[in-house]
């Protein structure tokens, strides 16, 4: 469904605790607002914030900081991924932008080592001068999904 | 020559204790008895001779007579002259002597002291000089009694007079001594009393010059209370006037506050504005990114989508941003004008304060005008009263002087009196004993005269 060419360029420039992250716009379907009343889902892992309702689907939000180890901070806006196995919403800080990755705007950066990027960022780019982490969507909802 | 005897008998016979009078009334020849026929000494010599001589005549007369011889008759003459001769001188000088005896033994007894027994001749026709002698002896005895008698009477008087004189001297130095301690003590009293005045004369002295001051003082008071009286009229009026203004600048002031309320009104409705253009913008950021990810999605054929969603979402972004600035110029107006309305808020309340203490002050300058008529009056009375108490001071340092005077004077006759009394004390100590003298002197003459018997 998707051009490779257009949307796989661009990513989604997003904040959590003073830290920049970036995700591939193809991977995401819609960006939410934050208030939305909240269902409690049971036996859920800690990370799993609650459910909401979205055009008739449930879907599920993960409270990205709490998976990622980073420090707790209030959620600004909800990402809402394309993910064909369930819905799911990541919990996140400001959305600072969408940035085409073959625009000017993009460095690649030194500081690609692997003890640096942990499991889930694939790389770090230079944006306004400011490092920014390309999370690996794809395996971030694939160990979700182990979860459940 | 001759003199009736007499004339000079009640002299003797009025003497106490002769016992003549009675005898003399009861004689029948008193008239024969009493007559006196006073020859002297010298003619009963004469007469006696002549006597003797007629005798002789008349014998040789009678022997003539009888016839006796003539040899005889010479014989029995000379022989008869000298018996009568010798009859007659015998006769005559015994009577003599007797008087004489007599006369001499009365001045004895008068020498001797005894002046009670009266010298009494025998009576006689022919009285002579004994008689003469006997009544002087007599008269001097009497003499003698009387002033004996009077000299005791008045040794007695005086011994008697001597001793209540030394009893009166004697309480009269008691008296004196008495005297001299309460001149003593008058003398302490009058000196203490000088020191006293002298005391009250300074005193009156420091008082008059208070009193001047006071005067002074009261007169300054005077001044003061008309300037004071001056000073809170304008002080009212100045008072009054910022009253005036001050209510001026009430009503500006709550007019301006009124109006910086209403400013806050409207900044807080435009901040509500702005709040809801940033809900907008934010919601249109939200549109606008879902737009760019729809036309991402869209591939080709959202490109231009894509541009205009991009547009849209700096657009958004601009708005959100100036939103954001003008709610933070909104926020520093709302709080400036809070800080305003505040200093306004307090502006107010110090106004009222001001009002109500303008109020205050203008009913204190009233009370103040009330008390500095009230004190103006008083600092008059007190002028008069200190005006009329400096004359009266003056006449009391006055009448000090005198009393101070008066009190030197005093002390002085009392230092006179009391050298007076000492001396009146010597004069009754030297009269006392010029008394004792006397006392002693009047004994001495009192036995002196005791040798004289009267009785």
Redesign the interface.
């Known amino acids: 469904m998707l051009s490779p060419d257009s949307a796989s360029n661009k990513i989604i420039v997003f904040r959590i605790d003073e830290k920049l992250f970036g995700g591939e716009l193809s991977k995401i379907c819609e960006v939410l607002e934050k208030e939305m009343p909240l269902a409690w889902v049971p036996r859920a892992p800690a990370f799993v914030k609650g459910a909401v309702a979205h055009h008739g689907q449930a879907i599920l939000l993960i409270d990205l900081n709490a998976f990622l180890h980073l420090p707790a901070q209030e959620t600004e806006t909800v990402i809402l991924l394309d993910s064909p196995d369930r819905d799911i919403g990541l919990c996140v800080g400001k959305i600072l932008g969408i940035v085409d990755m073959t625009g000017g705007d993009i460095k690649e950066t030194d500081k690609n080592g692997d003890e640096d990027r942990g499991m889930y960022v694939d790389r770090f780019v230079q944006w306004k001068d400011r490092v920014v982490g390309l999370l690996n969507i794809e395996r971030l909802v694939s160990d979700i999904d182990g979860y459940f | 020559m001759t003199k009736a005897v007499n004339e000079k008998a009640p002299s003797l016979k009025t003497l106490p204790g002769t016992g003549e009078e009675g005898k003399g009334r009861a004689d029948p020849l008193r008239a024969l008895r009493q007559f006196r026929l006073r020859v002297e000494l010298g003619y009963k010599f004469i007469l006696s001779f002549l006597v003797v001589v007629i005798g002789v005549l008349v014998i040789a007369w009678i022997l003539s007579r009888i016839n006796i011889p003539p040899e005889w008759e010479e014989i029995a003459t000379v022989l008869s002259a000298i018996a009568m001769g010798l009859a007659i001188g015998r006769t005559f000088s015994r009577i003599l002597s007797r008087d004489f005896h007599e006369l001499s033994r009365s001045a004895e007894v008068i020498a001797e002291g005894d002046l009670a027994h009266p010298l009494s001749l025998e009576e006689r026709i022919f009285p002579d000089e004994t008689a003469d002698l006997a009544e002087s002896i007599n008269a001097m005895r009497h003499s003698l009694r009387v002033l004996v008698s009077r000299i005791r009477e008045t040794s007695h008087n005086v011994f008697e007079s001597s001793r209540s004189l030394f009893t009166s001297a004697q309480g009269l130095n008691a008296s004196n001594g008495e005297i001299a301690s309460t001149m003593e003590q008058i003398a302490k009293g009058a000196s203490l009393q000088a020191e006293r005045v002298e005391e009250t004369f300074s005193l009156i002295k420091r008082m008059a010059i208070s009193t001047e001051q006071a005067e002074k003082s009261a007169a300054e008071a005077h001044t003061s209370a008309a300037a004071a009286n001056g000073a809170a009229l304008k002080g009212e009026e100045i008072a009054r006037t910022t009253m005036g203004k001050m209510h001026i600048v009430f009503e500006k002031v709550e007019g301006a506050h009124t109006k910086v309320l209403k400013f806050s009104e409207r900044v807080a409705q435009v901040k509500k504005i702005i709040e809801i253009m940033a809900v907008i913008a934010e919601?249109t950021d939200?549109l606008a990114?879902?737009a760019?990810?729809e036309a991402?999605?869209a591939?080709?054929y959202?490109?231009g989508f894509s541009v205009v969603a991009?547009e849209v979402?700096k657009l958004a972004d601009t708005s959100a941003r100036s939103a954001e600035q003008i709610r933070e110029i909104i926020e520093t107006i709302e709080l400036e004008s809070k800080e305003v309305s505040g200093t306004i808020s307090e502006s107010t309340q110090e106004l009222r304060k001001g009002r109500e203490e303008t109020n205050a002050i203008i009913h204190s300058l009233g009370s103040i005008l009330a008390s500095v008529g009230e004190t103006t009056q008083r600092v008059e009375r007190i002028t008069a009263l200190s005006g009329e108490h400096a004359m009266h001071v003056e006449e009391t340092v006055k009448s000090i002087e005198e009393i101070a005077r008066v009190t030197q004077d005093n002390a002085a006759a009392t230092k006179q009196v009391s050298a007076a009394v000492q001396k009146q004390a010597a004069s009754v100590s030297e009269m006392s004993s010029a008394v004792q003298v006397m006392t002693k002197m009047s004994e001495d003459l009192r036995d002196v005269v005791a040798r004289f018997r009267l009785e």
């Open positions: 919601k939200l990114l879902n760019t990810i991402a999605r591939g080709e959202g490109r991009e979402r």
